[in-house]
């Protein structure tokens, strides 16, 4: 690793974008001098990475596939998986899905042939959540499955949870609600033994978004609550402020104002603890000019 190199990683952390794509185009025009393959396929992840930061899917698109194409050259697997999975993520943003899966799977292969089993189960769970969205529910649990015989063989609670919870959210796709109850019970079991403050916050989020559908109001209400207070535990606010505006959004669709308020209030302090983002604060108002239109009497 060059100067150039760890000055551009320095200023990535300081979120210096400018300097920091100065600093890997440097490092590149040297490793470039010496036909460093290696080298070069790293300047370009970093570059990769930079942008996908700044959620400029192009450049990303087209420094992520340099990268990919040297690696796969110089059969550097772990890298493939790297570099694949980034495209999967960029294809994602694109909505470009055929092209997502067929990244999820080129990085499915390479960690399979690397033998390397907590990179499947990051494959495998992409591939499951893809083929859910895409109503490929066979092809989904299939991919559900093989992550959760991982967890269930490594032993590893915590994993095991998150794959309880791929399954549940199958069976609830599937119209099998008691099946999808079961899932997060059992996942919410695991989180809350190894003290998975995150995990069991979405575990309720899900309980609680499962007895709102069956309407089962005051059930998913104290599930919320629940989810609400481990969030807070964990120091999850992007997951805190999702589920607030979520569950304001959700009373409201029953007339019940004070209760969305409720929700709407805590919305707002941690809205402005984040500085008030915009995307955030117009959320908020979309939820409030609602809110005024509602009549908790009908």
């Not at 930061?53 to 998986?81: F, H, T, Y």
Request: hydrophobic content about 30%.
């Amino acid at each position: 690793m060059n100067d150039y190199r760890n000055m551009g990683n320095l200023s990535m952390q300081k979120t210096d974008w400018a300097n920091a794509d100065k600093f890997y185009k440097n490092s590149l025009e040297i490793n470039n001098k010496t036909n460093n393959q290696y080298e070069i396929s790293e300047d370009h992840r970093n570059r990769g990475n930079l942008y996908l930061q700044k959620e400029d899917w192009g450049l990303c698109e087209k420094l992520s596939l340099q990268a990919l194409k040297i690696a796969e050259e110089i059969k550097d697997l772990r890298n493939v998986c790297h570099d694949s999975r980034i495209l999967g993520k960029v294809y994602a943003e694109k909505k470009s899905r055929n092209k997502q899966e067929e990244y999820y799977k080129k990085a499915l292969e390479a960690s399979v042939e690397l033998k390397d089993e907590v990179g499947q189960q990051v494959d495998h769970r992409n591939l499951g959540e893809l083929c859910l969205g895409r109503g490929y529910k066979d092809r989904s649990e299939n991919h559900f499955k093989a992550s959760l015989e991982i967890s269930l063989r490594t032993a590893d609670k915590k994993e095991i949870a998150t794959d309880y919870r791929h399954m549940g959210n199958l069976s609830f796709n599937n119209g099998n609600r008691t099946e999808a109850e079961k899932y997060y019970r059992d996942a919410l079991n695991l989180t809350l033994e190894v003290g998975d403050k995150n995990g069991t916050a979405q575990d309720y989020t899900y309980i609680g978004n499962l007895k709102f559908k069956d309407g089962n109001v005051d059930e998913a209400e104290e599930s919320f609550d629940k989810a609400i207070d481990f969030f807070k535990e964990s120091n999850n606010k992007a997951g805190l402020l999702q589920l607030l505006m979520t569950v304001a959004r959700m009373e409201l669709l029953l007339s019940r104002k004070e209760q969305s308020e409720k929700y709407l209030d805590q919305a707002k302090i941690i809205c402005k603890e984040l500085g008030d983002p915009e995307d955030l604060v117009k959320n908020i108002k979309e939820i409030e000019k609602v809110k005024d239109t509602v009549d908790q009497n009908r």
